[in-house]
């Protein structure tokens, strides 16, 4: 399993932007396919965006042109560019990694490795 560590956080007004950014341990980080989900209190978590190892995304319809999910291999790092927030976008924000499934995956049950969550609080 690869350690992750989210950060990037914070309180904005609907319509601003934040970037969350995941850094993983370890050299193997091109190996990995990455996730980001999510979870609103008293809501199950959900899927937000993947990465696949070969730089294939995807994203919840929910995000979808206002979201960004991007990798930089060389600082084992992933990034959520976020824009044009909404206060349903309310959540704490996890990143996820697995060694399958390298095409990006949206189901939670396919990452074996978690961050600890950071929260993301947009007001009306």
């Known amino acids: 399993q690869v350690q992750l560590v989210e950060s990037g956080g914070g309180l904005v007004q609907a319509g601003g932007s934040l970037r969350l950014s995941c850094a993983a341990s370890?050299?193997?980080?091109?190996?990995?396919?990455m996730g980001w989900f999510r979870q609103a209190p008293g809501k199950e978590r959900e899927f937000v965006a993947t990465v696949g190892t070969f730089g294939k995304t995807n994203y919840a319809d929910s995000v979808q042109g206002r979201f960004t999910i991007s990798r930089d291999n060389a600082k084992s790092t992933v990034y959520l560019q976020m824009i044009s927030l909404k206060p349903e976008d309310t959540a704490v924000y996890y990143c996820?990694?697995?060694?399958?499934?390298?095409?990006?995956?949206?189901?939670?049950?396919?990452?074996?490795?978690w961050g600890q969550g950071t929260q993301v609080a947009v007001s009306s």
């Open positions: 996820a990694a697995t060694l399958s499934k390298p095409y990006g995956s949206s189901r939670s049950t396919d990452y074996d490795s």
């Open positions: 370890g050299r193997t980080f091109s190996r990995y396919t």
